[in-house]
């Protein structure tokens, strides 16, 4: 079976620090991976997303990941934290199977002045 | 591409009610998927269309919950004698999938269910 673990439920950072949200995958098969972004009480925005291309994947508001297939990784990362990026991040994995998203519990990141 | 919508927005019902929710998915995509999120969770698998067929259900959807998508357009959602353990944000996603495609699901802004 798939799962996604999203390492630390809670991260807090300062305004232009950097970001780092832990996301580990165990999948038999090379997966599809997905960051989603979600602000109170609205839907899930996606981030970026890795399809078996390049590794390192770049997403939206200077947000990246790197696949690490030895590491079963796909850890976030954004170079300088905006107030803007206070939001809750989820990791998810598709395929290997199954036709559904499977998300991890999420990390909610806090950022403070 | 207008993405993806749902409505209501909001439900607020008493318990044994019946509840419906709408999902119109971007208009190009086969494939509408529902998922059910509670606080503090990621969102939960529920059931998937593509096209007009209902091709997986969750073992989460008991007997009281009924979905469909007549057309293959929009989707409704039905709980029947709603229970306070429904009370959840109700997501709907849809995707376009193919040779060419990555299968990435974009989600509509949610219907929250309150059950009293």
């Known amino acids: 079976a798939q799962s996604v673990t999203q390492l630390g439920s809670h991260v807090s950072v300062s305004e232009g620090a950097l970001v780092l949200l832990r996301c580990n995958y165990s999948?038999?098969?090379?997966?599809?991976l997905f960051w989603y972004v979600q602000y109170p009480n609205q839907g899930l925005q996606l981030l970026l997303k890795?399809?078996?291309?390049?590794?390192l994947v770049k997403g939206i508001n200077g947000f990246e990941a790197e696949f690490k297939k030895s590491e079963t990784s796909f850890h976030l990362t954004k170079p300088s934290a905006h107030m803007s990026d206070a939001a809750e991040y989820f990791c998810?994995?598709?395929?290997?199977?199954?036709?559904?998203?499977?998300f991890g519990a999420g990390t909610r990141l806090a950022v403070h002045p | 591409d207008t993405g993806v919508s749902q409505d209501p927005r909001h439900k607020i019902t008493k318990r044994g009610q019946n509840v419906t929710f709408r999902c119109d998915p971007i208009?190009?995509?086969?494939?509408l998927y529902w998922y059910r999120q509670t606080l503090g969770q990621g969102p939960e698998f529920l059931t998937y269309?593509?096209?007009?067929?209902?091709?997986?259900k969750s073992r989460l959807l008991s007997d009281r919950f009924s979905a469909e998508r007549p057309k293959g357009s929009f989707s409704t959602l039905e709980i029947q004698r709603t229970e306070q353990g429904d009370s959840a944000m109700y997501l709907c996603?849809?995707?376009?999938?193919?040779?060419?495609?990555?299968?990435?699901?974009?989600f509509g802004p949610g219907t929250r269910l309150t059950v009293l």
């Open positions: 269309f593509q096209n007009e067929a209902q091709l997986e």
């Open positions: 998810a994995v598709f395929g290997g199977g199954y036709n559904k998203l499977i």
């Open positions: 996603a849809s995707s376009l999938t193919g040779k060419l495609s990555t299968d990435t699901q974009y």
């Open positions: 890795y399809t078996s291309a390049a590794t």
């Open positions: 999948s038999s098969v090379p997966p599809y």
């Open positions: 208009s190009e995509h086969n494939r």
